[in-house]
Every structure is written in C-alpha cells, then in structure tokens.
C-alpha cells in the first residue's frame, strides 16, 4: 500500500514537466544539476552559467554545460536569453546599429539553444522607456520586429517564446494577447509569467490567463508573490497571493503539455539554494494535488 501511494504521489509530477532556473539554484552547473536530481526534477532553465548569461560564455563551456546535463538525464526546457531585452531602437543609423547586435544575439542564442538541446528560447518585446505606455506606432513597429525575429529563427526549427515582464512592453495577460493576435507567426509564442502579470496591476490568472491563447503558449514560468506596503514583493510559493494551484489545473485542462520552471526570485538570508528548495517543495504540494 505504501508503494502505491508512492507511486499515486509521483503521477501528477511525471505529468508536468517541471524545473528550476539554475542559476536560482547556483550559476555552478553541476551544483544546480544535483540539486534537481535530488528533487527528481528532469529539466531545467538556462539562463546564468559560471557567472555569465549563457550567450556570453563560449561554446566550449556550452558543449561542457550539455554534457553534464546528460550525465544527469536533465533537459533543458528553454534557452533563456536577453533579446530584445532593451528599449525599442529609434528608427536612425544609431537605431539601426543597435538591432544588428540584437540580429547577432538571435544567432548566438540560437547556435546556444542547439547545442542544449532545445528548440526553445525565451526573448522579450523590448522595454517601456519614459515611464509612460508605448504609442500604437511603438507597438505597430515592436510587432513587426518580432515577425522578422521568428522568421529568421523559423529555418532552424526554433520557437521563440516572449516573456512578459514587469517594465516590458508586453508585461500583462492583456498586452500578451494582443502582441499573439498581431503577431501571425506560429513560431512565436510566449513564456506566461503570471506573477509578472500580477506584479504589472493585472490579475493575471484567471483574468490575463482567460486572454491568451493556450495553444501560444509554449513556456511557464511560476513563483508567488504579495502586496506589501503599497507594492508586489515575491514570497516564498504558499507564502503569497498567486493560485498556483489554479493556474497549473487550467493550463493542464486547456492542453498545455509544454514545460514549467519555477523561478522563485525570492532571496532568504540563506541563499539561494535555500530559497528554491523552499519554494520548490511548497510547489510539488501544490503538483500533488492538482
């Protein structure tokens, strides 16, 4: 009976592809790849690796990063990246300039992406800049930018997922589902961060969620957060306000089989480690009962 109920207790998490950003672990490879092993987690985020966002570590240090992956039976979900993390280039020489380098940082990522193993890479649709919300010509000019993005990614089989982001052009549910509607490409989608929606002002889930198209969304991210003195700070997950619970239960009724990572962002004194084991925990409860 007790092997069975094991086994009751694992089922809903071989049914979610679940992992943790690493470098919210360790920028060590090899210390965040034993702590996923230690939570039977199967995938993981790249982001940070030995101190350096990923696309600016050489590819040898890619090729030893894979490696260690392997070893362990970890995947990697999704290549996470800075592209078009950036305010939206003005249309001159300097702008023009400024959108090479990004061209080049969509090859290096997607060279990276590759040599992980996935076909997934998280991208964002520029930063508000002058603390108002970009013009409808900002936005007309931000959509076509990300239409040439996945075409040029399309002939390596890649998918750009947009993640919403608090400060971003696209930081809400509502802003998401108008850049998917805009944005025709069906390898562009999004990386849906609920709680950056809810850091934005939006009630992200089921408000935002009920915006989007589940068949766009192509990554997850989860954490929790709270209102504390007049502003959203991020909590340990079960210590906040976000229905995680909810969330993962529509996603899977909506057909989402794509991945999960849980990126706390929330820092105990203890470090890091410490803080996405105790958000990580909270969340397998979470998984247990969905």
């Given at each position: 009976m007790a092997l069975l109920a094991g086994r009751l207790r694992a089922l809903p998490l071989a049914q979610i592809k679940l992992g943790v950003t690493t470098d919210e672990i360790d920028d060590d490879v090899l210390t965040a790849v034993k702590f996923l092993r230690e939570y039977g987690l199967n995938w993981a985020e790249v982001r940070n690796i030995w101190g350096k966002y990923n696309t600016e570590q050489p590819m040898e240090r890619i090729r030893e990063a894979r490696a260690i992956f392997d070893q362990h039976g970890i995947k990697v979900s999704i290549d996470s990246t800075a592209f078009f993390r950036i305010p939206l280039p003005p249309e001159s020489a300097e702008g023009q300039r400024i959108l090479d380098e990004q061209w080049a940082l969509l090859n290096t990522s997607m060279e990276r992406a590759k040599a992980f193993g996935t076909g997934k890479m998280r991208i964002f649709a520029f930063m508000a800049s002058g603390g108002g919300a970009p013009s409808d010509k900002s936005f007309a000019r931000i959509y076509e930018l990300l239409g040439e993005a996945a075409r040029r990614a399309k002939p390596g089989g890649f998918r750009l997922a947009v993640e919403n982001l608090g400060g971003g052009c696209v930081a809400t549910g509502a802003q998401a589902s108008e850049m998917l509607k805009r944005v025709k490409e069906d390898n562009l989608g999004l990386t849906w961060d609920p709680n950056n929606a809810g850091e934005s002002g939006e009630q992200a889930f089921p408000d935002g969620y009920r915006k989007l198209d589940p068949a766009r969304i192509f990554h997850v991210h989860l954490r929790d957060y709270?209102?504390?003195?007049?502003?959203?700070?991020?909590?340990?997950?079960?210590?906040?306000?976000?229905?995680?619970?909810?969330?993962?239960?529509?996603?899977?009724?909506?057909?989402?089989?794509?991945?999960?990572?849980?990126?706390?962002?929330?820092?105990?004194?203890?470090?890091?480690?410490y803080s996405s084991a105790t958000s990580l925990k909270a969340l397998l409860k979470v998984i247990e009962r969905v």
């Open positions: 709270k209102h504390q003195d007049g502003k959203v700070v991020w909590t340990a997950v079960g210590d906040g306000e976000f229905d995680n619970l909810g969330q993962i239960r529509s996603l899977l009724k909506d057909g989402y089989k794509e991945t999960f990572t849980l990126e706390t962002h929330w820092r105990d004194p203890k470090g890091k480690a």
